[in-house]
């Protein structure tokens, strides 16, 4: 059977074949291919490695970015639970420790499948960044704490200022942890604002009185000759700025512009409760006194009710011809009645008293009228106790009243004299008869009354000072003339 290569009998190595050349490159050039084909082995076999050191060497670049941003997120809670407790610094370091052990419990576990190069790599990065976080912290906290000191001094040295202790003030500043040139801007800065402070709670504590306030612009405004200010300044310290006194005088003659504006409106309501006889003199006065209407409105409203009171009284007719209001009344008050046999005078009885006193308090007359006729009415009233008798001389139906009595009552009418320029016509003569009804009765039912009980009477029904104020203080529609 042929075979393509027939086998050489009786060879030996090294020896050739008759009739063969023997090439000697060809022999190199097959062991120069196996010589590449190792050396391409060695390359790619090198290559992979150097790809797993690349990508290991990767993998824990991420495992140490990992750890580094989350220990700058630790910071940044750190400094989150300091912005929310500004005043609760002390707390601020245990709350950092307990922060601080929970992340590392984390980074122990985060660590645990890593190389040993990497643990221990990314345990020198966390003793640096340690050592200077506790660093910062600390220089953060020391700020804090005594920004918080300086503040609580700064506190107290105002306290001392709105109280008047200008050295206490400045005593207190000069603790300060501050440097010379911080302590002196702020003194000054502090003097400014709390005499400003000081200056605008003055100003709005002073009641509605344009005297004070223009007393107080006076004293804001005063300087010596060299053109210092006099208050509201510390010596050689500083005070309230030029700026801020135009500022407080503007307020101040804001003030007195909004004064001039009530003032006035009250005047003009004042005029026509005049005018309809719901005030009088004494209201300007007392208008005048409490500053709510000023002197020359009061004494032009007072010229004004003088004429026309003067008017009214000497003002006999009106233009009709008819008696003129005050005519009318003051008419019916003259000796009510003569008795043509007898030529005695017959005063009221109680229904025209009530007439009369109805007559004066629904009169459209001024208010001084009103008293002054309510003075004629009293002086009527005092005439007919004077006989010891009432609306008579004498006749059969009169009511004869005793000393202690009149006495009584004659003292009341000159009460209630004085209470008429406070209270009006209406509301006296209302008192007036309501006390003669009790007066009355008191007599009528106790006519062996001794002088202690006429006193208890007195001072308990009559004259205690909360019954008169109740009785003088009662409205127009409480009060019952026809009675």
Known sequence: MPRLFEPVRNATIGATAPGVQVNPNARNAEFQAQANIGRAVSQIGGMIDAYEQRKQDHINEGILADQEAKRIDLESQIQQYMDQNPDDIRSWGLERQRMLEGYKELREKDLENAGPDVKNLDKLRMQQWEAQSAARFRVVQNKALISKANAQIEGLAQLKLRQGDHEGFLQEMEKLDATPEQKEQKIRRGLEEGLYNMGEIELYSLPEDEDLI?????????TDKDGNYLNMEVEGRGGISWGGRTQL????????????????????????????????????????????????DGEALKTVIKAQTEFEKFTETD????????????????PWMVLAWTGQVRQPYDGKYKEILDSIVTSDLTRDSKIQLMNDYFDLKASDLSDMQE???????????????QEMRTNLIETYRELLPRYGALSVGQMSMNHEKMIRQFFDNNPKATYEDVQAFLKDKITNPMILELMAGASESTIDLSR
Do not use: C
């Open 249 to 296: 005088e503007k307020m101040a003659k804001a003030r007195i512009r909004t004064i001039h504006r009530n003032q006035t409106s009250t005047a003009v309501k004042l005029s026509r409760d005049l005018e309809k006889g719901d005030a009088g003199e004494l209201d300007i006065d007392n208008a005048i006194f409490n500053k709510e209407i000023s002197k020359d």
């Open 214 to 222: 223009n007393e107080y612009i006076e004293n804001l405004t005063a």
């Open 391 to 405: 609306e008579g001389t004498g006749w059969i139906f009169d009511r004869d009243i005793t000393p202690p009595e």
């Open 319 to 334: 233009a009709y011809g008819d008696k003129t209001e005050y005519k009318a009344i003051k008419d019916d008050m003259a």
